[in-house]
Nanobody
């Protein structure tokens, strides 16, 4: 069964840091480019970071560039998002999926709430 499970979200003060994880199962994780997405209240889901299958190439949305770092461990079938210098506007539910997202692979996401 194909599954992506996000974890690690929480409540953090602006300026703080948080790391979220995405555990994959049921497919060949290491053969796909992957990405982190987020949906803020009342907004569309947006991609915030992507990483190539080898982990050697990453891209970031302008809004998080320089603050967020995406990484992956193909042996553990896990992707990570390290978020530093968090802002209130980073508050959202964070999801992982393939870089070309597959509808049935959306998980429950993990809530990140940044307060001032």
């Amino acid at each position: 069964q194909v599954q992506l499970v996000e974890s690690g979200g929480g409540l953090v003060q602006a300026g703080g840091s948080l790391s979220v994880s995405c555990a994959a199962s049921g497919f060949s994780f290491g053969t796909y480019d992957m990405a982190w997405y987020r949906r803020a209240p009342g907004q569309e889901r947006e991609m915030v970071a992507s990483i190539s299958r080898s982990g050697g190439s990453t891209t970031y949305a302008d809004s998080v560039k320089g603050r967020f770092t995406v990484s992956r461990d193909n042996g553990k079938k896990t992707m990570y998002l390290q978020m530093n210098s968090l802002k209130v506007e980073d508050t959202a539910v964070y999801y992982c999926n393939r870089a070309s997202p597959v509808k049935y692979m959306w998980g429950q996401g993990t809530q990140v709430t940044v307060f001032s």
